[in-house]
């Protein structure tokens, strides 16, 4: 959560490209009046990114944020006209397919465009010809075409968007670079140019590819790497003769779809009589934007930092593929080309929001034409309001870990999303490179294992285990596996059966080393808490509290396990490196405010790590190793307690992530190896089995546990998401979001998060899909798994509050509609006796309830 800043704070804006602009005509939109832009080249016309833009905007993404940040932007071009004309030419997107696959590619993008409202659909060949009749019918099987996309004028609205703000007082001081970022106190305190130092209150960086430059100068890590991508324009195209175009109304007069061929790694678009053509398809080309040189006075077409000179070898494959598609480009020749830089980031998604180790520093990074005016909205509401409307959890700056942040990482992972940018990508595809940049103490032991890896924030996390594929021939046989689908059967293995049996009827152990793990300390710790969570955290030392984070809108920020450990001592079990920057930010502002009362947050993520023991045996293993009373009695559900297992000093907490009863053991990385053989030899007589995130992740969802950033977000509140019970009406602290959520909760419920079941019992889906009711449109998947202790697929859905348990769905999945049913949630132990183990827990605290009507 962003603190909202008045409207006379001092605002400077690094950047006056299309998200510079739009962000300042943003900010005054809601009232800001101080607000000064330096841009190091001319204007309107600066020489970044935006000056060479080919502005195809099609606007559907696998994920909601981005395709709303693109609907918005969208809306808000063709809102900006001057003298009768706009900047945006509303000709329509169509995606053509000329393999089966990307058929089903399509099928699944319009899956998307359904779920998050963009109109769509999916048409014959003989349509794709009707719509863009120079396609060659010989090459194309199908196309997805999408009315509303169409050609922004990205450098006619940044002109026209500086021109408004300008008029509304926004001071523009072109032609000015910046030479460093002044800070105090871990704040930023304005922006040095060679005309002096600036003072502000808030500095944000829209400097785009030279955005690590910037951040670089205030001591910010920014997470994106400059790459070539090659445009090239034809000589005049027969079947387009009689078009004009000019340099102001470059787009407005072309009337076919702006078209994608995916399976070349080939977009194009209309100017004029000529077509302009970009390719992906070549190899990576990095740029370091520090050896562009200083941008000249002069900014035109030809002569820009952004545009490189043309590497025609590379582009002949692209060539040769276009003719092939569009044989109407066999008369005509390349005309002109340039290899233009652009930003990518490791994860594909832009960077947006306050850097973690400096306060009043912010950036938009990495954000193309597509979504230029929705992340600038977005992060104008951050900057006056303190929360965006749109759910930015996945674009945050802070997401990435300190591995994920080095030169090497981001090189690698950057080159390797633009190699992949228009390809087919499963949802569960691993990285292949960089591999084993963070491995458990466990991980020799469970090489040993057969343990199949995917990796998550540089972690190396067992997905299942080799090991466990004997005991197939001993499931029982309603324990069977299901035969699935190509699609959801990638990355997947029937082992994950085994272990999600083994769980609910014996013992296994799964590796949470991962989680991340951070310390909270100092006579504020209490204060700190009380005031970020919706728990209350002034407990007795052992106490596990399950809270959330809120915005002040009363939006899910994050969701954390608390654990007193002491008077002024909490360890966190947290989602992200975000939840981290959040806690240590709002630390460090108590801090400052009342240093009696301060307090530090460390992650111990690293220096720990830590196993879940689970099943109905997980007691019996622990009484081997000890002869202390581990039952109900003596350590509670959602308890914690210090002990030695085998000679090994750890940390219990009573508390399960898959429904069953037993413990999260924790201990100091050194002593990894001998925990886990401890254990696992212990347990063998019990049965016990190593276990990973795939069953981990079914007994999960069956059992109704959200996940963080997929079942909720900031867009969502505890009463709809099914997670009120972990706020504290009896909480008499202040808390964020208290106020909002005390007006929400005498409203009625618009939306739901509800769990759904697919009828059938076979057919998998895999999240992201749209639910339909009577055919239409009325929701989206999250999560979908299948749900092996009930044995059938199980998901969780966003649909409106009056779709009630009982209600017959329909959700769609590559093309085909599959008939479910809103169910009660959860589907497995809906009441968590599995959870007390041994005996009744006489503790009030309620494991996990069931979503309050």
Not at 26 to 46: A, K
Not at 346 to 370: K, S
């Amino acid at each position: 959560m962003a603190r909202s800043s008045p409207p006379s704070q001092h605002i400077i804006i690094i950047g006056a490209g299309i998200v510079g602009a739009n962000l300042a005509d943003e900010l005054v939109s809601r009232g800001c009046t101080n607000i000064t832009v330096i841009e190091q080249g001319p204007l309107p016309l600066s020489g970044g990114s935006t000056s060479h833009a080919p502005g195809l905007v099609f606007q559907t993404s696998p994920t909601k944020t981005m395709t709303r940040f693109a609907q918005y932007t969208v809306e808000k071009l063709l809102s900006i006209q001057k003298d009768g004309e706009g900047c945006f030419n509303q000709v329509g997107g169509l995606e053509v397919a000329t393999t089966p696959e990307r058929v089903e590619e399509l099928k699944r993008k319009l899956g998307y465009a359904q779920a998050w409202g963009v109109e769509a659909r999916i048409i014959s060949k003989e349509e794709c010809l009707k719509l863009y009749p120079l396609l060659d019918r010989n090459v194309i099987l199908a196309g997805l075409h999408i009315p509303s996309d169409g050609l922004a004028l990205a450098a006619r609205a940044t002109g026209l968007l500086i021109e408004r703000t300008r008029k509304a007082g926004v001071r523009y001081l072109e032609r000015t670079a910046v030479t460093g970022i002044e800070k105090r106190d871990g704040r930023v305190t304005g922006v040095k140019t060679p005309h002096g130092i600036i003072p502000a209150n808030i500095v944000i960086s829209c400097a785009g590819f030279w955005g690590v430059e910037v951040g670089a100068m205030a001591g910010v890590s920014i997470p994106l790497l400059p790459l070539a991508h090659q445009y090239a324009k034809t000589t005049p195209v027969a079947a387009l003769e009689g078009r004009e175009v000019n340099s102001r109304s470059n787009g407005l007069n072309a009337s076919l779809p702006i078209l994608r061929h995916q399976d070349q790694d080939l977009y194009y678009r209309e100017h004029g009589d000529r077509y302009g053509i970009g390719y992906y398809g070549h190899k990576p080309m990095p740029v370091v934007a520090a050896s562009l040189g200083q941008t000249p006075d002069h900014v035109d077409d030809k002569n820009m930092p952004s545009r490189l000179e043309f590497t025609e070898e590379d582009f002949r494959p692209a060539w040769e593929e276009s003719k092939k598609l569009l044989p109407a480009l066999r008369g005509s020749e390349i005309d002109d080309g340039f290899n233009g830089v652009f930003s990518f980031t490791p994860d594909g998604g832009p960077l947006i929001g306050q850097a973690p180790n400096l306060n009043a520093f912010y950036v938009a990074e990495a954000v193309w034409v597509t979504h230029s005016a929705g992340v600038a909205r977005a992060l104008a509401e951050v900057l006056t309001q303190g929360w965006s409307t749109v759910d930015i959890t996945d674009c945050e700056l802070s997401r990435f870990e300190q591995v994920q942040l080095s030169r090497d990482y981001v090189s690698e992972t950057s080159q390797q999303n633009f190699v992949e940018i228009y390809d087919i990508i499963h949802p569960m595809q691993p990285r292949e490179s960089p591999r084993n940049l963070r491995t458990s103490p466990f991980y020799s032991q469970q090489v040993q294992l057969g343990a199949v890896f995917m990796e998550l924030g540089g972690w190396e996390r067992p997905f299942w285990y080799e090991a466990n594929a004997h005991l197939l021939q001993s499931l029982p046989a309603h324990w069977k596996p299901v035969e699935r689908d190509p699609w959801s059967n990638r990355s997947y293995s029937p082992i994950t059966e085994v272990e999600a049996w083994k769980t609910r009827n014996a013992v296994a152990m799964y590796d949470m080393s991962s989680f991340h793990r951070f310390i909270v300390s100092g006579p504020g710790a209490v204060t700190l808490l009380q005031h970020l969570t919706t728990g209350d955290v002034d407990t007795k030392p052992g106490t596990i509290l399950y809270t959330l984070l809120l915005n002040d809108n009363a939006g899910i920020r994050g969701d954390i396990f608390v654990t007193r450990l002491d008077e002024i001592t909490y360890q966190i079990g947290a989602n992200s490196a975000t939840d981290l920057a959040y806690l240590a930010r709002e630390a460090r502002y108590q801090s400052q405010r009342t240093p009696k009362n301060h307090v530090q947050v460390h992650e111990i993520t690293s220096s720990t790590c830590a196993l879940g023991l689970w099943g109905p045996r997980a007691l019996d293993v622990l009484r081997s190793l000890s002869t202390e009373d581990f039952s109900d009695k003596f350590l509670p559900y959602m308890h914690s307690k210090t002990t030695t297992i085998a000679s090994v000093p750890v940390t219990l907490f009573r508390k399960s992530y898959v429904g069953e009863f037993g413990w999260e053991i924790q201990t100091s990385a050194d002593h990894g190896r001998r925990l886990w053989g401890a254990l696992y030899e212990a347990g063998k007589p019990h049965g016990l089995i190593p276990a990973g995130r795939a069953a981990f992740n079914a007994l999960r969802i069956e059992k109704g546990y959200r996940t963080y950033g997929t079942d909720a977000t900031t867009e969502h509140d505890p009463y709809e998401a099914g997670l009120a019970f972990a706020v504290d009406g009896r909480k008499t602290t202040d808390f964020v979001g208290k106020n909002s959520l005390k007006r929400r909760a005498g409203q009625v419920l618009s939306r739901r998060l509800r769990c759904l079941t697919i009828d059938d019992g076979v057919s998998m889906i895999m999240g992201k899909e749209p639910v339909f009711v009577n055919d239409k449109a009325i929701g989206y998947v999250t999560t979908a798994v299948f749900g092996f202790s009930v044995r059938k697929p199980v998901a969780y859905a966003w649909l409106p509050a009056g779709v009630a348990e009982g209600v017959s769905v329909k959700i769609e999945y590559f093309g085909k509609r599959l008939r479910a049913t809103v169910v009660a949630d959860p589907v497995f132990d809906p009441e968590g006796k599995r959870l007390l183990g041994d005996g009744p827990t006489k503790l009030n605290c309620t494991p996990w309830p069931t979503t309050p009507e």
